[in-house]
């Protein structure tokens, strides 16, 4: 088994631990480009990624590979479509940071709303009165209201946090004609994406990367935002038009964001410099580096998680279907059906 991103993310206690435990050994690679990476993975049985990329030139090489596994949730760097062709099982954790994304939208929501980083700046720059003047024209959470951009696990944890605080919380999603038990228990309203831009206050972003949601809040998304609304993107960066919203934000059009994941900026990378792009440098966004995932908790979940999912194939059957990206696949390596005995402690 190849353990990619051994430097940049590397191995917790808990997934080294739980290896041991398996009896597997990693050899453990930082690589980035696929000439680096292909000789590490040309012959392992399963290769374990954080944030390398994986195209089809990787995929390609990949001679013996039943299982990829993603230590994570999102997959868009991963070619899972030739993966799929060539009969590799595609997994991930897709719920391991519901809780610390919610809490970091909801806490973005907070700061943007109070005005939080600002009001901090006028307090060391001494402009009390100025902070004074500029909070006379903040509004009430109780008279706002939350559009979620989708409907998966982290949108309603989001919504559980929102409630409390008086916000009206509204949704939308790909397949509008599916019932949603949550959404009913909550009091969540279904409406049209165009619908939840022009009525949203906060809108916030809840989709995984794919061919459908990459530039799916373009210029024209944006500019049917209700003037002095905020966007608000602990997804994919590349699902938002970001020059067009740095613009909106630079003419006051937009009021503010909160960003934790950029198109604009690699963020996995082993250089890091300061951020330049008048997106993250603006004075009225919140930015933070992809961090809205991770804590002690998320941390263990992920590593268990991903280990669980090794743990099945090397024993000859399918992880979790809930954990498995490609379902259609027809494994190379003939797996019989998930059996929810092999995690259960010997």
């Known amino acids: 088994m ?4 051994a430097e940049l993310f590397p191995m917790s206690e808990v997934e080294r631990r739980l290896l041991d435990r398996l009896g597997v050994r990693p050899l453990e690679v930082e690589a980035a480009e696929p000439e680096q990476i292909l000789p590490h993975v040309r012959h392992a049985d399963a290769v374990c990624v954080v944030s390398a ?3 089809a030139a990787v995929v390609d090489g990949l001679e013996e590979c039943a299982l990829i ?13 030739r993966a799929t062709e060539r009969g590799i099982v595609v997994s991930n954790v897709p719920d391991f940071s519901t809780e ?12 943007l709303g109070r005005r939080i980083p600002r009001m901090a700046s006028h307090m060391l720059d001494g402009a009390f009165r100025q902070a004074r003047v500029e909070s006379l024209a903040l509004r009430r959470l109780s008279s706002l209201t939350l559009g979620l951009v989708g409907w998966g696990a982290s949108a309603v944890a989001v919504t559980r946090r929102a409630l409390p605080c008086g916000l009206t919380v509204i949704a939308t999603r790909r397949d509008m004609d599916r019932p949603s038990p949550e959404a009913e228990e909550l009091g969540v309203a279904m409406v049209d994406l165009d619908d939840l831009l022009q009525r949203s ?14 530039g799916l809040i373009d210029r024209g998304r944006l500019e049917r935002m209700k003037p002095g609304a905020f966007l608000i993107n602990a997804s994919r960066g590349d699902i938002v038009d970001e020059d067009a919203l740095a613009e909106m934000l630079r003419s006051g059009r937009l009021a503010g964001a909160g960003l934790d994941t950029f198109g604009i900026l690699e963020i996995f990378s082993e250089t890091e410099e300061v951020p330049t792009h008048p997106l993250i440098t603006a004075p009225n966004v919140i930015a933070t580096p992809h961090v809205s995932a991770l804590s002690v908790e998320s941390t263990r979940d992920v590593a268990t998680g991903s280990v669980e999912n090794l743990a099945c194939v090397l024993r000859g059957h399918m992880p979790r279907p809930e954990q498995v990206v490609n379902p259609e696949v027809v494994p190379r390596v003939p797996l019989k059906p998930h059996d929810p005995a092999l995690l259960e402690e010997g």
Do not use: C, Q, W, Y
């Open 2 to 5: 190849v353990r990619l991103n």
């Open 53 to 55: 990329k994986l195209p």
């Open 69 to 81: 596994s993603r230590i994570g949730n999102g997959t868009d760097r991963i070619d899972v479509a």
């Open 100 to 111: 610390e994304m919610a809490d970091h939208v909801m806490a973005m929501i907070l700061s």
């Open 201 to 214: 206050d906060f809108v916030s972003l809840h989709l995984p990367l794919t061919g459908h949601t990459r």
